[in-house]
């Protein structure tokens, strides 16, 4: 697919529209599109049975193109994928990404605009939202009807009803652990939605610069995603240094799961902070997650109990990781570990 083999942009509903129309700002890695942004379709999916949700991707080069393709085959109710094509867009830049989502709903007029509420939506949705002079809402884990939406709140002690009341467009982040898309249904891969450009022509790049993008450090992983991984298993204060947290990782290997932390092991050095799991780290909801020489505080707990089923290994009884644990071991974890490591088959 080549940018001069796109139509032109689909003529779409004004922006004073009553019928539900949806912008999913999605991100894409590798020609794919992100399992993330995949989830932000499955929510939008649910706000209305009609085919009104619009993709929109951005950035440059054949693996957009691809992506593009991808996202135009995921779901039978995507009426089409919009197509930004910049290189300023290659890099996840808040200010510049809020102007694009201005710019498309000013050219559009969407009812909706969702993304998923990882780092990336978190930064660009709020920033959207004030150009577009609404008030998203965040954290989204259910959606009732195309205006009223289920958010945790007090560190998900507690869930919120909240019914949005403002002018479109109804801006939503949406956890993705709650809405799951995960292969392209054969409906959707035969009837692809039809691919446009987005007009950049009014698009200022010269204003837009507060911020440039310097460089990415990563690490390369042959583990899981920590954040999609069908395992997780996570180690707390009680693994004592990062030496020890290899015998989880080891343990991870023979699982085939991603590596998961508290907040205490972050802070003491054992792991970078990207395996933080909680409040203020990642939410998780794997098929099953093991905690080791984890207390179980709220503020981990907010980032994992929805986990399908949990496992936790604790030398103290009464450590509240009990009360949301289906199996829970008394026990010294360094005495565990390496029995289970022994007995574990390799992968
Ligand atoms: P501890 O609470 O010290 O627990 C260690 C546990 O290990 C104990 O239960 C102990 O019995 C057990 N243990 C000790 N030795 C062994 C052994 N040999 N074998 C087995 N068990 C053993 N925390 C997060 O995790 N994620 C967050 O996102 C997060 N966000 C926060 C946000 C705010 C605003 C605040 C105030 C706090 C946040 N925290 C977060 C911190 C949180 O409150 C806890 O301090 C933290 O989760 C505790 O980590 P821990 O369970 O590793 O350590």
Redesign the pocket.
Known sequence: LSSSSLSPSLPLRGPLSRFISTLVLAEHEGGLVKQSSLSAVAAAASINEEKSVTVLLGGSGPSLHKAASHAASCHPLILQVLVAEADILVHPLAETWAELVHLVHKQSGFSHIISSSNSFGKNVLPRAAALLDVSPVTDVIGISEPRLFTRPIYAGNALCTVRYTGADPCIITIRSTSFTLSSSSSEAKSNAAPISQVDLSTFDEGSLPKSRWLNITSQESERPDLANARIVVTG???LKSAENFKLLEKLAEKLGAAVGA????VDAGFVPNDL??????KIVAPDLYMAF???G?I??LA?MRDSKVIVA????AD?PIFQVADYGLVA???EVIPELLEKLPDK
């Open positions: 707390g204060r009680a508290t907040r205490a092991a933080q799991v909680g409040q203020t780290g020489g984890v207390s505080a503020q981990h980032g290994v604790n030398k103290d450590a010294d974890l360094f």
